[in-house]
């Protein structure tokens, strides 16, 4: 749900007729009808518009629903199964999701493990994450088995995401063919303890850090270029743990955030479900 624009959700979901809005210039089929007989995945459910949420409860309650523009209700045999990182409750306490809702969809629930309690299933996610870089354009990379074992050490603060991440990293910033346990450590090091000084003897500052970076990244594609998007990429590395440093230092305050960051609160709040970073409110 995240990854939809909050204004598209309906009509992705539901589908739309033509002329329903401006850009509708043919009807489109949504998920649900897509899905007819089978089975339809909502991930980040807890992202979910009100108005959406109505719709879907309808869904739930009378096995129809009609199209975004449209007047005919149509029936649906589709069995839903909802995921989110979020406390539905809490949601529900602060007014942001259905109660009603809820307890339609919290029929078998499943508890997924944080990474740290299932630190076996690294490997694996590891191997997907490298699979997947390497089918956006990244370079194909594999890994050494004590790096793995590092891997398999480290606590996850940031779960699965975070190794997502790492792994991302250590594919388009390292010219190796081959991840080391030395990359890795480096890499978890400068997650855990950022340590840009600028202006030291050596001239480190963060500008001079990422060129040598992206100098490294250029020099793997020879005289061809990077996979387009490289701006995005960088872009996204740079912000997450920017605007996470800025809710640490506010204690999860999101006003005081956007001060420090110098940046109107709205886009903090645009950026921080857009990066799914999770906010922890803590005293004082």
Same mark, same amino acid.
């Not at 007014?95 to 299933?121: I, K, S, W």
């Given at each position: 749900?995240?990854?939809?624009? $909050? *204004?598209?959700?309906?009509?992705?979901?539901?589908?739309? =007729?033509?002329?329903?809005?401006?850009?509708?210039?043919?009807?489109?089929?949504?998920?649900?009808?897509?899905?007819?007989?089978?089975?339809?995945?909502?991930?980040?459910?807890?992202?979910?518009?009100?108005?959406?949420?109505?719709?879907?409860?309808? &869904?739930?309650? =009378?096995?129809?629903?009609?199209?975004? /523009? /449209?007047?005919?209700?149509?029936?649906?045999?589709?069995?839903?199964?909802? @995921?989110?990182?979020?406390?539905?409750?809490?949601?529900?306490?602060?007014?942001?999701?259905?109660?009603?809702?809820?307890?339609?969809?919290?029929? &078998?629930?499943?508890?997924?493990?944080?990474?740290?309690?299932?630190?076996?299933?690294?490997?694996?996610?590891?191997?997907?994450?490298?699979?997947?870089?390497?089918?956006?354009?990244?370079?194909?990379?594999?890994? =050494?088995?004590?790096?793995?074992?590092?891997?398999?050490?480290?606590?996850?603060?940031?779960?699965?995401?975070?190794?997502?991440?790492?792994?991302? $990293?250590?594919?388009?910033?390292?010219?190796?063919?081959?991840?080391?346990?030395?990359?890795? *450590?480096?890499?978890?090091?400068?997650?855990?303890?950022?340590?840009?000084?600028?202006?030291? =003897?050596? /001239?480190?500052?963060?500008?001079?850090?990422?060129? $040598?970076?992206?100098?490294?990244?250029?020099?793997?594609?020879?005289?061809?270029?990077?996979? @387009?998007?490289?701006?995005?990429?960088?872009?996204?590395?740079?912000?997450?743990?920017?605007?996470? @440093?800025?809710?640490? @230092?506010?204690?999860?305050?999101?006003?005081?955030?956007?001060?420090?960051?110098?940046?109107?609160?709205?886009?903090?709040?645009?950026?921080?479900?857009?990066?799914?970073?999770?906010?922890?409110?803590?005293?004082?």
């Amino acid at each position: 749900m995240a990854a939809i624009p $909050r *204004e598209l959700i309906e009509s992705e979901l539901f589908g739309h =007729e033509k002329g329903a809005f401006t850009g509708a210039q043919n009807r489109q089929l949504g998920r649900f009808e897509q899905a007819e007989g089978g089975t339809l995945f909502l991930d980040e459910i807890g992202d979910m518009p009100m108005e959406a949420q109505t719709r879907l409860l309808r &869904v739930l309650q =009378e096995s129809e629903y009609t199209t975004v /523009g /449209g007047r005919t209700p149509i029936k649906t045999n589709v069995r839903i199964i909802a @995921a989110t990182n979020r406390d539905l409750q809490q949601q529900i306490d602060q007014g942001l999701f259905r109660e009603d809702l809820f307890y339609r969809l919290n029929v &078998v629930p499943l508890r997924l493990p944080p990474l740290r309690e299932r630190l076996e299933d690294v490997p694996d996610l590891v191997r997907h994450f490298l699979k997947e870089a390497a089918k956006e354009g990244l370079p194909a990379k594999n890994i =050494e088995s004590a790096a793995m074992e590092r891997l398999k050490r480290h606590h996850w603060p940031g779960n699965v995401r975070e190794l997502e991440n790492l792994v991302r $990293r250590l594919t388009a910033l390292y010219t190796q063919d081959t991840i080391t346990t030395d990359l890795v *450590e480096a890499q978890l090091s400068t997650n855990a303890r950022p340590s840009f000084d600028v202006g030291d =003897e050596e /001239g480190q500052d963060i500008g001079l850090a990422m060129e $040598r970076y992206l100098t490294d990244y250029f020099a793997q594609f020879g005289d061809g270029l990077p996979p @387009a998007g490289l701006y995005q990429r960088v872009l996204r590395e740079i912000e997450v743990p920017l605007i996470n @440093a800025a809710l640490a @230092a506010t204690r999860g305050n999101q006003i005081k955030a956007a001060e420090l960051l110098g940046m109107n609160r709205n886009t903090l709040r645009k950026k921080i479900r857009d990066l799914e970073i999770r906010v922890i409110r803590t005293p004082g």
